[in-house]
């Protein structure tokens, strides 16, 4: 298949829309690939000017912006003197030559004015030598007459691709489409229009940009396999922010006071499209009120956010609910994805003071920002509990629910798709612990079978190298002690080795809490985020302590008629231990913020 690519913006290569079309093309060269069974992967240009070839599929590439092609001159001497041939010596020769080679053109523009812009104009104008003079009747229900075409253009495609700066791009190309139903027939065409294009050359909002980028390539894949499915069209037609997010947006982006005319800083409007993100569904009740502490320019602003939406006040200032302190520098390098929230903080690249709870809930309140590639969040600092109540925290991920994970992750850890459950490694060593100082038959028996029914919850959790390692243990201990081996030195025993299991995991690089609790803070990506490993590995440290310990009035209690309510008694510490979790994955994260 032969495809033509015209890049009809002014921009060039640095088009909003260019960046549309390249993944429209990356998905039709992976739907080719696997229409002809040659399990070929997409391949991303070498160059600005063109693609690699690959078997039976080639892509052309126009740039309008970079050539001469001068307007029309209304002379009809192609039609007349010269036939088929303009009497303007530009490169339109050329372009024609390529369109005529074409199986496939795809036509990528902005959308300047309700129509094309005026270079691709003057190349769409120039096509004249390609039909002939005489009158015909309209054959694709659109316009009154029309003029044969000069080539068999039989079987050639034509794909719309376009950007534009309203919210939507719904009733802004009426102009468009009427002028390539007069080119290409009424409604012959795919059309991807897509509304908020600016959005694209945001590196704060690549996470949600991104996600439309993809179904632009799903888009691609499918046209290359036959056509574009309803939903992939329905995925498209979904506005980027909603109507009021994006003009409020777009309208701190040009750095004028609504009022004064005035320029603003840089730092003011950064601060105005950050407010501009918050969500007001988030509203917890009570007004907040977040001052943004700018130490590298000595300016300072407060976003209200309340019931009905966000402000930001440049004077006149109230308590504030929670200051951020940073130079503005950093917090873009962190809504960019260049630096990581979490790790800024870390490394006490800003500060903060007051309440904080809304750094908790960062991304609950504020959706969109610093979401790009390899960040978490925008700076917040979050944590969470498992199943089991042993919690880690730290800066919170992109999203509150976790991704599904690659079969070994970028810190070469191997997880399948699945989300961990902490409970599958505490059922065994519950039961165990509970069952065998009342009855040491029963006790055992009870958790061989617990050890025997976990496979059955890998079925919706992925299993981790402790929840393997605490069945095998709690199987072990199980089998000693129906062979005899008394529940006074068995019971300390198995409480000891949990211990180690959980004391030896901190001097991994992941410490044994995180492998549970990454699942509320965007999975695997919390890994990566220095302050959630530490929480986990303070904690885990902690927790496996307590159980180093727990062997030593195990063994004395167990000597007496207490005994049995041995399980009740060692359930006590954990309890208030995990009181002190709950506190400390808030406190700790806190302190960090605040230098």
């Given amino acids: 298949m032969k495809i033509l690519a015209i890049n009809g913006s002014p921009k060039g290569g640095s088009s909003n829309t260019w960046k549309l079309t390249r993944r429209f093309l990356e998905g039709m060269r992976e739907g080719l690939a696997e229409t002809q069974g040659k399990g070929l992967r997409a391949q991303r240009p070498r160059s600005q000017d063109g693609w690699t070839e690959e078997t039976g599929i080639e892509i052309e590439e126009i740039q309008v912006n970079r050539l001469e092609i001068r307007p029309c001159l209304g002379c009809f001497s192609c039609w007349d003197k010269t036939p088929g041939k303009c009497c303007i010596q530009d490169d339109m020769r050329e372009v024609i030559q390529k369109l005529l080679w074409a199986d496939v053109t ?9 129509t094309v812009p005026g270079g691709l104009k003057n190349l769409i104008d120039r096509q004249l030598p390609m039909v002939l003079p005489f009158m015909a009747d309209n054959q694709e229900g659109t316009g009154s007459g029309s003029h044969p075409s000069r080539y068999d253009m039989d079987g050639k ?13 719904e009733g802004n190309y009426d102009g468009v489409c009427s002028l390539f139903d007069h080119i290409c027939g009424k409604d012959a065409y795919t059309a991807v229009f897509c509304g908020q294009g600016e959005l694209f050359r945001v590196p704060e909002l690549s996470q949600r940009t991104g996600e439309y980028l993809e179904h632009v390539r799903q888009a691609g894949r499918e046209y290359a396999q036959g056509g574009v499915r309803p939903e992939t069209k329905e995925k498209l037609s979904e506005l980027l922010y909603p109507k009021e997010v994006f003009e409020s947006m777009a309208d701190a982006s040009w750095g004028i006071d609504r009022e004064t005319g005035e320029q603003e800083s840089d730092a003011l409007v950064f601060t105005r499209q950050m407010a501009a993100l918050y969500r007001k569904e988030s509203y917890p009740g009570k007004d907040m009120v977040l001052e943004m502490c700018y130490t590298d320019l000595d300016e300072c602003y407060q976003v209200i956010l309340g019931k009905e939406g966000s402000r930001v006040i440049t004077d006149g200032f ?13 917090w873009h390098s962190i809504a960019k994805g260049e630096i990581r929230g979490d790790e800024a ?11 904080f709870d809304l750094m908790l809930n960062w991304d609950r309140y504020f959706g969109g920002i610093g979401e790009g590639e ?16 042993k919690t880690a925290g730290g800066i919170p991920g992109r999203r509150e629910n976790a991704r599904a994970l690659p079969e070994t992750g970028a810190l070469g850890v191997c997880m399948p798709c699945k989300g961990t459950n902490m409970n599958i490694l505490l059922i065994p060593w519950i039961v165990f612990w509970a069952a065998v100082p009342i009855d040491g038959r029963w006790g055992s028996l009870a958790s061989l ?3 025997m029914l976990l496979p059955l919850l890998f079925y919706r959790n992925r299993k981790t190298i402790y929840d393997i390692l605490s069945s095998t243990l709690v199987t072990g201990f199980a089998v000693c002690s129906l062979l005899g081996a008394p529940g006074r030195l068995v019971v300390p025993l198995a409480y000891f080795s949990f211990g180690v299991m959980w004391t030896a995991s901190c001097t991994r690089r992941i410490p044994l809490t995180a492998y549970y609790s990454m699942n509320q803070y965007h999975g695997e990506d919390a890994l990566r985020n220095p302050l959630f490993v530490k929480t986990n ?23 007496t008629e207490a005994g049995g309510w041995i399980g009740a008694i060692n359930s006590v510490l954990p309890l208030l231990m995990g009181i002190f979790t709950a506190w400390f994955q808030k406190w700790y994260p806190a302190k960090i913020a605040r230098g």
Avoid: N
């Fill in 106 to 114: 795809v036509w990528s523009f902005p959308l300047y004015y309700y």
């Fill in 157 to 169: 495609r034509h794909v719309l691709i376009s950007t534009c700066g309203f919210y939507s791009a």
């Fill in 318 to 330: 109230g308590a504030a609910t929670t200051r951020i302190e940073t130079p503005v520098t950093v």
């Fill in 345 to 355: 903080l870390m490394k006490h690249l800003y500060r903060v003071k007051g309440d």
């Fill in 374 to 389: 390899g960040a978490q969040g925008v700076s917040g600092a979050a944590s969470g509990a498992d199943a089991g109540g």
């Fill in 449 to 451: 079978a617990a050890c």
């Fill in 537 to 559: 590995r303070i904690l885990t440290l902690l927790w496996g302590i307590l159980y180093l310990l727990t062997p030593l009035w195990t063994y004395a209690v167990m000597g």
